[in-house]
């Protein structure tokens, strides 16, 4: 009686031992990391760098909203925020961010494909340095200009020379205008273009080292037909 009592304590004891180690892992996820490489990360769209101007109102002024300064990042988190905490940028048709970290396991590389992988995500890191800071100063001072204004109309409804309604509608048709400006500038135009380069070129890269049998498995990957 005594030993059936043990037993079962025993096999009880493993049960909430199994349950209690697969609950951790739920809660605690190991992040993928093997060889030097994190299968866990995140190619984004250049877009996602852009960011989007905020709509001011009578107490803010104009930022930027969902901006990345990097192109490989750790996933979005189940609350659906990036690593630092800021909203993910808004999904576009044929710009996914893409799970290159799920691609690479998949891939099985070698360990020399490995090492190149790693000097490709560094080579692209260094890409986007420049065209980063060209596209943070043109975008800073378009909304430095737009904030000068926003103070000239609040300005105005303080002295009463516009109403409320009159500044509301002002402040959203400056931002619309501030939005074209983003869209229109030559810098803004010409580091996005360099960023979607240093994107594709990482890419390329990758793909320049496949086996044929690796190259099956990234084109099904990419939707791409042979």
């Not at 031992?17 to 984004?44: F, H, R, W």
């Not at 086996?211 to 042979?226: A, V």
């Given at each position: ?59 803010t002024d104009f930022t930027l909203l969902n901006v990345y300064d990097k192109m490989l990042i750790p996933p979005i ?27 690479l396991r998949m891939l099985e590389l070698d360990s020399a494909q490995r090492e190149q992988v790693k000097i490709f ?73 360099g960023l979607k380069d240093c994107h594709d070129a990482f890419l390329e890269n990758v793909k320049s080292i496949l ?16």
């Open positions: 009686m005594k030993n059936k009592l043990f037993r079962n304590i025993y096999v009880v004891a493993i049960l909430v031992a199994v349950l209690g180690l697969t609950s951790c892992q739920k809660d605690n996820p190991v992040e993928p990391i093997e060889n030097g490489l994190d299968y866990s990360m995140v190619l984004l769209s250049p877009e996602a760098m852009i960011g989007e101007v905020s709509q001011p109102s009578l107490t988190d189940g609350k659906g925020k990036g690593p630092n905490g800021e909203m993910p940028p808004k999904p576009e048709p044929n710009k996914p961010p893409f799970k290159i970290g799920m691609l995500a560094q080579e692209l890191e260094d890409c986007i340095k420049e065209y980063r800071q060209m596209l943070r100063e043109a975008q800073r001072a378009i909304i430095e200009n737009a904030n000068a204004q926003r103070r000239e109309i609040m300005e105005q409804l303080k002295t009463g020379e516009i109403t409320r309604e009159q500044a509301m509608q002002a402040l959203r048709q400056l931002r619309e205008e501030t939005r074209i400006a983003m869209e229109t500038d030559e810098d803004i135009a010409t580091a996005r273009q086996t044929t049998k690796q190259l099956d498995i990234w084109n099904r990957f990419f939707g791409i037909k042979g």
